[in-house]
């Protein structure tokens, strides 16, 4: 992945796909750890670890093992003492948005407005880490694409990207094979969705999206530097 272009490593043990159940934080811990001492010996330094979980307790531990960055899907809702963590730790923490749980986001979600409501979500839940000591250049966010969202809820995101781009926090994207796209290109299959995030990640850097989360780091990694290079060209920066 890094030698295609990806600058950050983001390592899990616990799924959060539509319908997926916990793992209790001992076999999260157990899971990843060994990965990520791992592959601190072998990045290269500058290339910083993720550790994507909800509980702190599995956070402290892969921080301790080399990651420096915190992915909660919860954005801090599933354990308090994860914004202290952040905060003493001063390492940056993604929130994202999810309405429900794994287990149960996929069942009915429903959004008034959807783009407003969730940016109200993302917007308190930034101040509330900021309250609770972290640096608001340390926060990053992200609308949970495929998160409690139907189809047409993950298209309108996508459409006003400039909205939670226009909060001032960085934004992160994680659109990669998610299953919408699928409906849209008339492909069940996952592996076959690489164009669609290609063109996800592209609409992303023209709305000011900073942050992409996929799978496929090559192409997707095209898409972003076309896209950097288009935008700055219409800007007038005179890229090449």
């Given at each position: 992945?890094?030698?295609?272009?990806?600058?950050?490593?983001?390592?899990?043990?616990?799924?959060?796909?539509?319908?997926?159940?916990?793992?209790?934080?001992?076999?999260?811990?157990?899971?990843?750890?060994?990965?990520?001492?791992?592959?601190?010996?072998?990045?290269?330094?500058?290339?910083?670890?993720?550790?994507?979980?909800?509980?702190?307790?599995?956070?402290?531990?892969?921080?301790?093992a080399g990651a420096s960055l915190i992915n909660?899907?919860?954005?801090?809702?599933?354990?308090?003492?994860?914004?202290?963590?952040?905060?003493?730790?001063?390492?940056?923490?993604?929130?994202?948005?999810?309405?429900?749980?794994?287990?149960?986001?996929?069942?009915?979600?429903?959004?008034?407005?959807?783009?407003?409501?969730?940016r109200a979500f993302l917007l308190e839940r930034?101040?509330?880490?900021?309250?609770?000591?972290?640096?608001?250049?340390?926060?990053?966010?992200?609308?949970?694409?495929?998160?409690?969202?139907?189809?047409?809820?993950?298209?309108?995101?996508?459409?006003?990207?400039?909205?939670?781009?226009?909060?001032?926090?960085?934004?992160?994207?994680?659109?990669?094979?998610?299953?919408?796209?699928?409906?849209?290109?008339?492909?069940?299959?996952?592996?076959?969705?690489?164009?669609?995030?290609?063109?996800?990640?592209?609409?992303?850097?023209?709305?000011?999206?900073?942050?992409?989360?996929?799978?496929?780091?090559?192409?997707?990694?095209?898409?972003?530097?076309?896209?950097?290079?288009?935008?700055?060209?219409?800007?007038?920066?005179?890229?090449?």
């Amino acid at each position: 992945m890094v030698q295609e272009g990806a600058d950050l490593i983001d390592v899990g043990g616990e799924s959060t796909r539509p319908g997926s159940l916990p793992v209790p934080a001992a076999e999260q811990t157990r899971r990843v750890l060994g990965v990520i001492e791992g592959l601190r010996t072998r990045l290269p330094p500058h290339v910083p670890i993720s550790i994507d979980t909800t509980r702190a307790d599995v956070a402290e531990a892969a921080l301790g093992a080399g990651a420096s960055l915190i992915n909660d899907v919860s954005a801090g809702r599933h354990d308090p003492r994860m914004f202290e963590l952040a905060a003493a730790s001063g390492v940056p923490l993604v929130l994202m948005h999810m309405q429900g749980t794994p287990a149960t986001m996929q069942q009915d979600p429903h959004y008034e407005d959807v783009v407003e409501e969730v940016r109200a979500f993302l917007l308190e839940r930034a101040r509330a880490a900021e309250a609770a000591g972290i640096a608001p250049q340390n926060l990053i966010i992200d609308p949970g694409i495929g998160f409690g969202k139907t189809r047409e809820h993950n298209l309108t995101l996508l459409a006003r990207l400039g909205r939670l781009v226009d909060t001032g926090y960085a934004v992160m994207l994680g659109a990669s094979r998610k299953r919408f796209m699928g409906s849209v290109c008339a492909r069940e299959e996952p592996s076959r969705l690489v164009g669609a995030t290609c063109a996800t990640t592209a609409l992303g850097v023209r709305a000011g999206v900073g942050w992409f989360r996929v799978h496929d780091v090559g192409p997707n990694r095209q898409a972003a530097d076309v896209a950097y290079a288009v935008a700055g060209a219409d800007q007038g920066s005179g890229a090449t």
